[in-house]
């Protein structure tokens, strides 16, 4: 095991996917098509809460890692961010494409 940040960040990125995914998924019915997906990603319990736990989270994952590497924080804090800006990115068009593909309306 080489390379322990990749398998922590493919690790939390999954997680992090699954909650707005399977809310979407389960929520939605053929006589209520929009789901609660773009709620939990967005909305609840308030703005943009889900993306800030996401952020933090990144960012202390990748500096831990990068204290125990002995590798620069200011690094390891960006390539969080940057990792949660594609996480973020990716879910809104997954769960978008869901919600699309149950029969709703953006």
Request: aromatic share 14%; charged share 15%.
């Amino acid at each position: 095991m080489k390379k322990p940040e990749i398998i922590i960040n493919v690790l939390l990125f999954l997680g992090f996917s699954a909650p707005p995914l399977l809310a979407e998924y389960m929520t939605a019915s053929p006589w209520d098509v929009p789901g609660k997906g773009f709620d939990v990603l967005c909305y609840e319990p308030f703005d943009y809460a889900y993306l800030f736990l996401a952020l933090t989270i990144f960012m202390v994952a990748n500096i831990r890692i990068a204290q125990k590497q002995e590798r620069p924080m200011v690094q390891a804090a960006m390539l969080g961010v940057f990792i949660t800006f594609v996480w973020f990115v990716t879910c809104l068009i997954v769960v978008g494409g869901m919600h699309l593909e149950l029969g709703g309306k953006l």
